[in-house]
Each structure stands twice: as structure tokens, then as C-alpha cells.
DNA sequence: GGAAAGTAGCTTAGGAGTAAGCTACTTTCC
DNA sequence: GGAAAGTAGCTTACTCCTAAGCTACTTTCC
């Protein structure tokens, strides 16, 4: 805990002690926090986005095919396995993109099951400029802390997340 | 980066870099662990908690009410504020609730606009026992740090949070 | 080369949230 | 003490997701 200011969490965790002092919350030290902090920076980032007439989810989409770099080309199958989301959910999300002239979906030339989904100019634009807002968003909210806590907290959370994928079934 | 080896995050920095080396990256390395991490972990816990018939989000009512002490009893309007949920939203988790007779709202004695919730016997004993099982699940995870790791992972997040918060408007 | 198994994307039904608007009640303030 | 403003909880319409099931096509394997 250090000599730090109590906060949100810290309450939450001296109210169990006082009703239930048998419990070990050390862990709510840690995961309370995570998940408010990716509930707020994703609020906060939802609105970086907006004004490009973007949700964070298709975000992702639009991110997903620019980091595979041109022709800008992706399945939607590997879409929906990428960003974990179920063939229908990538379905109102193509759809979604689609409408608003970002991508343009397109049969597979060797697979006729499959479709090939590319970025249009407009996508393109709006996804490079939409990537360094978010980014800058989320650069001014990491600047609470100096690059070495920034560099050991990365380190922190990657150790802690490969433990977390490992055990996973 | 350290010694670690390379995650799913540092494979998308690194297709980044390739296609986009102006941008800053760096935030990724936090935030995108934040995302990823608060995921897979409320994923693994709401799985802890369906064996109770409950979700995240109820647990989240039913665990506000207990740390609250006895006689267990909060208003919807301090619920759904705590929880940051609309009082839509929480009209709807109260009456599943309320269904499974977890918990019980009755008139509040002193404004006749307001109601007051309250954790039925069995209401606190599902929340007495699936808190144990939510904890030990997180802890399990967090054994991939140390507890000196711990300790600093807490503390380099409470600090990010606090920032967070402060600019949030 | 033809049956069986697998895979791709879409559709439908249902769950859980938001935003906005409603009624009922309370507080404020002249 | 009565009008205006504020607050509590619910309802409705809408969004976006999942789970399950569908058709169409491809791969596997005898």
C-alpha cells in the first residue's frame, strides 16, 4: 500500500475486513483495479473514436486489417477469431462497416464458403487517423506515471496475463 | 520488455511498428495488458459464479449489500451509482434478483419515492460463499507474481487509477 | 469418386445494457 | 403554503452481443 492515498478500491477492501475479516482480498488489490481501469480508459477511448463515427469495437475491426498491412485483406473468420468475437457478432459489425464505406466485403477467389473483407480509402483514412487519437489518449492517461513504472508495470501485467492464458481450458 | 518472453500484445506493437513506425506504441504495453487481463479474469470468475445461478453483474448487487453490514439493506438510486449502472439497468438486475429470492425490496419507510433492498438468508449465503470462491479463483491467478510483485503491481495501479480518475470529467 | 466430416458466413431468438421519458413524491424558496 | 425544481424508480425503444441452427461449400478418407 505504501504512501499512497487510499482510493476506491482500498474502501472496498477495508469494508470486507470489517464484515468478513476471514477473507484474503490481496488479490482485489490487483484485479479491483484492473477492471476499473480498462472500464474507464475504454469509456475514455469510446469517445476518442467517436467523432470518426466509430465504436470501439469496430475499432478493432478497422485496426485489425491495417496492421495486416495492403492489400488490407482479412476473413471475417479470422476477424471473429482474432478479436474474439462469435461469427454473428462479426456479422452486425461487417454490416455495420460496410454501410459507413470503411471496408467492402468480397467473395474469396479460393474458397467459395469464404469472403474476403478489405479497408476502402475512406476506412483507411479513418483508422490511421482514429489509431493516433486513441493512442494519444491513452498516452496523456500513462503519463501518471515515469517511464520506468510504466516499463515495470508492463512487465507485471505480462507476467501476470501469460499465467492467466496458461491455465486457461 | 526484460527477459520475457514476447505476448500476444508485443506481436501486435511489433505489426504496428511495421506498417505505422511514427506512432508511439509504448501505452499498448500497458493498456492493451489491462484490456486482455480484465477480460480473460471476468470471463474465469463469472464461470466461478454460475455454479451460484448468478452473474457478475448480480454479484456485484449482492456483494455491495453485504459489505453495506447488517441489516444488509441499500437504496436502488446508492446501488446503481455505485455499480456505475443506469437505474434501468438496475431495475432489471434487481428484479432477477428478486425472482431467485436472493434479495427483497420493500417501501422506504422514510421517502415514499424510494425503496429499500435487502438481502434475503439466502441471498447472504450464496454472497458469503461465492466471494470465497471469486477470491480464491483471482488469487489462483495472481500466484504467477510473487507477493513483493504484487505488492508493486497493486501500487503502480492505484497510482494509473487515481490519474484516470482525476481528468475524468 | 462419393459419403462423411468439417468449415464459412448468415439468421434467429434471447439477454443485458443505455438513453430518454414517464409518474410519483420531496425539497426549495419566495 | 404553493409553485418550481429536483429526485426515485420504472418503462420503452434500441444497440450489440451470444448461442444455436441453417445452407453452402470444401476436405478427408476409404
Tied chains: 1, 2.
Excluded at 478493432?60 to 488490407?72: C, K, N, Q, S
Excluded at 515515469?146 to 507476467?159: I, P, V
Aim: hydrophobic share 40%; glycine share 8%.
Amino acid at each position: 500500500m505504501s504512501a499512497q492515498r487510499k482510493d476506491a478500491v482500498d474502501a472496498i477492501i477495508d469494508q470486507w475486513a470489517a464484515v468478513r475479516p476471514d477473507l484474503d482480498t490481496r488479490a482485489m488489490e490487483v484485479f479491483g483495479r484492473v477492471y476499473r481501469l480498462s472500464r474507464a480508459m475504454g469509456d475514455r477511448v469510446e469517445k476518442v473514436y467517436a467523432p470518426y463515427g466509430i465504436s470501439r469495437g469496430e475499432f478493432d475491426v478497422l485496426a485489425t486489417l491495417r496492421r495486416a498491412g495492403e492489400p488490407y485483406t482479412l476473413s471475417p473468420r479470422l476477424l471473429s477469431s482474432t478479436l474474439m468475437l462469435t461469427t454473428g457478432g462479426m456479422t452486425g459489425r461487417l454490416d455495420k462497416l460496410e454501410r459507413a464505406a470503411l471496408l467492402r466485403r468480397s467473395p474469396d477467389p479460393h474458397d467459395r464458403r469464404g469472403l474476403q473483407v478489405t479497408l476502402t480509402e475512406k476506412g483507411l483514412a479513418v483508422i490511421d487517423e482514429a489509431v493516433g487519437a486513441g493512442l494519444a489518449a491513452q498516452t496523456a492517461a500513462l503519463s501518471a506515471l515515469d517511464d520506468e513504472q510504466a516499463g515495470q508495470l508492463a512487465d507485471l501485467l505480462r507476467t501476470l496475463l501469460a499465467g492467466t492464458q496458461d491455465s486457461a481450458h
